[in-house]
């Protein structure tokens, strides 16, 4: 069964914060799982991702240490969302992912959620 699920990180955030005191940063990427990969669909305008030169179609192999698994289900898009709200804005992480045949690591500013 294939999934196909659009989330904005900005948005999944806000609905995983155990509570109000628990960081807020946004890389402003919008995902989709689909055939067990995650899928950067688009940036969210001119936001942390876009501007570090993450791109539409780049699949995520790995946020930092968290690694992504090599069947990607809603639960694995999930978790690559909570990696990210683990860390505030102005910290530094490190996105893996595969463009085309190649495989590249990026580093993104988290940003700050309005």
Known sequence: M?????????????????NADEPKGIIGVQLKVADGKITIIG???????EKAGVKADDVLL??????V???AEQDDLTAAVKE????EPGAKIKL???RGDKEMVIEVTVGKRE
């Not at 294939?2 to 155990?18: D, E, K, N, P, Q």
């Not at 790995?62 to 690694?67: E, F, P, S």
Request: a positive charge.
């Open 2 to 18: 294939r999934i196909v699920v659009a989330v904005a990180l900005a948005l999944a955030l806000s609905t995983s914060a155990a």
């Open 43 to 49: 940036t969210v305008g001119d936001g942390p991702a």
């Open 62 to 67: 790995k946020v930092n240490d968290y690694k």
């Open 69 to 71: 698994s090599e069947k």
């Open 84 to 87: 990210v709200g683990k860390y």
């Open 96 to 98: 893996t992912v595969k």
